[in-house]
Every structure is written in C-alpha cells, then in structure tokens.
C-alpha cells in the first residue's frame, strides 16, 4: 500500500528547496510531495523572516495556499527545527512527522556566538564565504571522498541564495526555543534520520530526538553526514517510502 497523500518537506541551512530533488525523483505512486523554499530561499519572494515562528508561519501558507489540510510534514536540520516550531502551532496539520540531521535543543552560547560571525561573514563577504566555512561540515568524510560533486552542488545551491536570507535565518535559529519538552506531546508517527558522520548534528542528536518522542522511529544511515538525504539518496529514500506506507497503514 503506497502512501495517498502529502508529504511537505523543508529544507535546511543555507539552501533551498533543491535539497529535497532526490526524494521527489522517488516518490512512491500516488504521494505528493511539497518542498517549500523558506522566505528569501532559492523561488521564493518573500521577504526573510527573523524568527522560527515566523518561517513556520510560511509553511502553513504555502500548505493553505496548496489546500493541503493534513500532511506528513518534516525537514531536515534547520527545517526540522521549522517542524517542530510547526507542531507547537498547529499540530491538528500533522499526519506524521520526519526528522533528519536534526536536534530539540536551542543553541549554546557558544552556537549563538558563531551564528553572530556568520551574519557579519555574509553581509561583508557574501554567501560564497559562507560555503566555504559550511562545506567541509555539511558533507560527511566519506562523500567528500568518494562522491566530490556533491560539493559542487551544494556549494551551487549556497552562493544562490541571497544574503540577507541566510542572515536572517541565522539569527531566526539563534534565537529558537528549546523543544525538548515537546518531544513527550508529539502524538504522530515520527521517522528520526540521522547520517551516520553528521558533525553538525551527530546521531546522538538523533537518539535524544528518539529517546524523547513516544512511539518514533530512528534511522542512522551509514556513509552520510549532515545533508544525508543528498548523500545517501537511496537510502534515506527507502526509509522515508517504508515510514510513509507505515503512517498509510496506520489511518
Ligand atoms: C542546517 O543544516 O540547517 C544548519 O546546519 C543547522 C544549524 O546550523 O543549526
């Protein structure tokens, strides 16, 4: 039984919808996928937005706008943080919920600390020097190796991106709340993934996220780091297919 429905995914710091082609070339027949590009990402008009709340707010436009009542709604690293400011607004919108490369915590001091040099970096010197710090951090140790146009490819999606949304989204995750005490209230089926050489968000990250949610699943893929999906392609997609025929099963 293949998932009817919609899966919204949202993608992470600093790129754009373009992340999520991967899984949209393996939807499964009959479900529907809707990647958002976050306000002043790759197509979208709108202006950057400063806070979580508010670039959860685009989300549920752009489901509004594409009347799309319930979803399996997720994303990955910064749009699992949008996710999770989503379900404390509106959670009756959630079918279930995917988490990849991702954490509950709020930034330390010190993540609060480099985020301020990160919008000082971009507005000086633009979005190519931010890829140039990102990059050796976004892809695992084994990508770098064995698959190195990724790098171009990610670094592609980075310098396309302007400025001032990626300042913008910086200082929307530095000042994110905490959300681990949601985890215990999140009462639809949960897919967590982690890429097994994720230094941005390790997969303890992911099995705090699991430990927290009543019910979820995890997933570590081996072979992947922080932008899993793109890395380990088929893998994550596998995952996401069997999870969405799971939440199909379930309703
Ligand atoms: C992301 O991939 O969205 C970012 O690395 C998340 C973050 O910096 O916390």
Redesign the pocket.
Known sequence: MSFEGHVVLIH????HAELWKPQVERAPAGTRFLTPDLPGFGRSREVPVRSMEDLARSVLRALDEAKIDRAVIGG????G?VTLALYRMAAERFAGMILA???ATA?TEQ?REG?RKMIATVRERGPSAVADE?LP??LGETTHRQQPALAARVRAMIESNPAEAIAAA?EA?MGRPDSTALLPSISVPTLIISGAEDV??PPSDAEALHAGIPGSRLAILNNAG??SNLEAPDAFSLTLNAFLTSVSASR
């Not at 992470?12 to 790129?15: E, G, M, Q, R």
Request: charged fraction near 20%; avoid cysteine; glycine fraction near 4%.
């Open positions: 992470a710091f600093p790129l990955l690293s910064m749009g943080y490369d991702t954490r930034d993540q985020r990102m951090k976004l910086a995750m941005l968000t922080h932008l």
